[in-house]
């Protein structure tokens, strides 16, 4: 009864808030005032066990049919190797891009050539990589906001970055540093994105060349990779970019200075210890090898000055990669370390871009360093050499203050109004604290919202811009546990919505059955102006132009040229222009098919029975693929978009004579 009367309350409290803020804007004053909430509300509620704060939550998240979110979450698909955009607050998934593994439904790297020459620019050595590790992506900024433009994301597995084009979510490009075969502390970008920075993660010999793990010290080593992106070409031109040489200290998350750190960037580190494994030569297993110390090292970098320094010409060319090498970091005041407790993971830079926060992991407390310190540190020579010459800067010349949260603190993010929130990973937590400013006193613990399960990443909306939006923060929680109809031993991980404007409330749980989240970024929706059509008949998508293989209604053809077949074909509603194509067996055929559709969303899609092709032809687009007609026979190929009621008649025989 006691439930009933609340539920009463509430429903009722809800409805006079909305009347209420609705005076003046017509449409949806009238629609709840006039109507009010449906009689059967209440029976709704009481039925499926609602309590008031569900009833919250459903009302605060729910998107009605026909209408947008206000946010689009950009989210790693983890060793699924793509990135998913979901709408928040409804948490409604909205596409899954395609990065690093091949994808049918958009026809990417299933035989369309200019998708396979972007996975192709990810190829190590001679290996085709065709799977990834996605881990971090980061919006393109202007001043340190960001502008919708564009979004990368780092490989982890195999040391790489793609680049992915917001006007038509897809990926144009994908990097491989010639140096380093895994990466971490990756993509974030600087203020402007002149630079996506990379660090390594697990360090091996420059170029991943032999040599004995018991020379470890001695010739293996990490980088710090600016990549230059050049805005107009809407590429990364790694002949403009560089790479910082770091001892062989296992870099971790990293961070670009804003504001009054700009032109600085900061990585964290563990294994300072220099710990090789062996845990079947008698040594300790890796993860107590690589504990040992109570400190280990934030890396400081200065990638303006380091850019100097390249251009100065004081570098190594090592792999095709301008390197600057240790002691010309050193020299040259690029490259300084400051001691962290104790293999720490993530590392955040406040939105005024004063304070660099470092979450513990094994240590319960978040570290704050000030800028200003460490710039007076370097300016005093503060500092005492590690073992490969690196300055480490004196930890209580440059530490702020400590706050100590509980167990596991790993990410931190901000909501603009002087808070920051860090995810616990062993309390399942998130901690919310107060930024002190200069004033180390000032800083405290304010409260603590458990989240289901060990929670690894936390992204708040526009959180690692200048200015954060508050309002909403995603838990990104590795465990899943109970939370969702089972579905075997492989479990969705669980995304939790909060609701940040007051005391943190979890106001949806969304299974995510694509691929582990590791980060992800929240951008406003309108910051973003997609195309829904390429601008012109025959474009190419990667090209970003008109392709030369363009065809025009009325220009179909199928040219020979002794055994090399060129196809020129076109799509539209609802037939494939050739729809019979003859070969012989021994054929080597290159096929070209336009959509000449000009209409939004009327988009075909290709598949050839017994080829591995699988193509999508959007509005406007030119698409290509290429196959050896090996086996003579009789094949079907079709449209595999419910195009039209037609649809099914969208196809075409293709015979192969032997
Ligand atoms: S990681 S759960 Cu790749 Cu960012 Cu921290
Ligand atoms: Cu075109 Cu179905």
């Not at 010349?397 to 509980?406: D, F, P, R, T």
């Amino acid at each position: 009864m006691k439930r009933l009367i609340l539920l009463t309350m509430i429903l009722l409290l809800l409805v006079s808030a909305l009347a209420g803020c609705s005076k003046g804007k017509e449409t949806p004053t009238a629609v709840v005032a006039e109507g009010g909430l449906p009689a059967d509300a209440m029976a709704i509620a009481q039925e499926r066990g609602l309590t008031p704060a569900d009833i919250n939550a459903a009302l605060k998240t729910f998107v009605p049919s026909g209408k947008w979110d206000d946010y689009y979450m950009f989210t790693s698909g983890g060793h699924s190797g793509n990135l998913i955009v979901i709408g928040i607050p409804s948490m409604r998934i909205l596409k899954n891009i395609a990065v690093f593994t091949p994808e049918a439904w958009q026809g990417y790297g299933i035989g369309d050539l200019g998708s396979e020459a972007v996975l192709d620019g990810g190829n190590v050595d001679d290996v085709k990589i065709r799977m990834g590790d996605s881990h971090h992506p980061a919006l393109s900024e202007t001043a340190g906001d960001y502008d919708g433009q564009w979004v990368f994301i780092n490989d982890k597995a195999s040391a790489r970055v793609a680049v992915i084009d917001l006007r038509d979510f897809r990926t144009k490009q994908i990097v491989k540093d010639p140096n380093i075969i895994s990466n971490h502390g990756s993509t974030f970008v600087t203020p402007n994105t002149e630079y996506v920075i990379q660090g390594t993660q697990y360090a091996v010999p420059m170029g991943w060349e032999y040599a004995p793990i018991e020379n470890y010290k001695e010739e293996y080593r990490a980088v710090i990779t600016l990549w230059k992106f050049d805005r107009d070409k809407g590429r990364i031109i790694p002949e403009e970019s560089f790479s910082i040489e770091v001892p062989p200290y296992w870099q971790d998350l990293c961070d670009a200075g804003k504001l009054v750190s700009e032109g600085w960037g900061f990585c964290n580190s563990f294994n300072t210890e220099l710990f090789t494994g062996g845990n079947m030569q008698g040594n300790p297993q890796f993860e107590s090898g690589v504990s040992q110390r109570d400190m280990d090292y934030l890396h400081i970098f200065n990638w303006k000055k380091a850019a100097e320094v390249i251009a100065a010409g004081k570098y190594e060319e090592i792999n095709g990669m301008r390197v600057i090498r240790i002691p010309t970091a050193v020299e040259e005041g690029i490259l300084y370390l400051a001691p962290e407790p104790k293999s720490p993971h993530g590392v955040d830079v406040t939105p005024d871009g004063k304070y660099i926060v470092v979450a513990g992991k094994l240590d319960p407390h978040v570290t704050v360093y000030a800028m200003n310190k460490i710039e007076q540190a370097i300016a005093d020579k503060k500092w005492a050499p590690d073992e490969f010459g690196v300055p480490v800067l004196d930890f209580d010349s440059v530490m702020l203050a400590q706050v100590e949260l509980g167990l596991g603190p790993l990410h931190t993010q901000f909501d603009g109004q002087g808070n920051a929130y860090t995810s616990l990973f062993l309390d399942s937590a998130l901690a919310k604290w107060k930024l002190g400013g200069d004033d180390p006193a000032a800083y405290a613990l304010l409260e603590k919202t458990p989240v289901q399960y060990n929670v690894g990443h936390i992204a708040a909306a526009e959180g690692d811009t200048v200015s954060p939006d508050g309002k909403y923060l995603v838990a990104l929680n590795k465990w899943a546990l109970d939370r969702f109809l089972p579905v075997g031993p492989l479990l969705p991980q669980n995304l939790q919505l909060m609701d940040i404007t007051g005391s943190p409330q979890v106001i949806y749980d969304m299974a995510m059955g694509v691929g582990e989240p590791h980060y992800a970024q929240i951008v406003k929706a309108d910051k973003l102006s997609p195309i829904n059509v390429y601008p012109e008949i025959g474009w190419d998508p990667i090209e970003w132009k008109v392709s030369e293989f363009a065809t025009k209604a009325g220009e179909e053809r199928i040219e020979r040229d002794g055994n090399q077949v060129t196809i020129f074909s076109t799509s539209i509603r609802s037939h494939l222009t050739p729809d019979r194509i003859e070969l012989k067996q021994g054929d080597h055929v290159t096929w070209h098919i336009t959509n000449i559709e000009t209409a939004h969303d009327a988009v075909h899609g290709f598949q050839l029975g017994g080829q591995n092709v699988s193509l999508s032809i959007e509005p406007s687009a030119t698409v290509s693929f290429e196959f050896d007609a090996n086996n003579s026979g009789t094949y079907a190929y079709y449209c595999t978009e419910f195009c039209s009621a037609l649809h099914l008649e969208m196809m075409g025989y293709m015979l192969v004579a032997p």
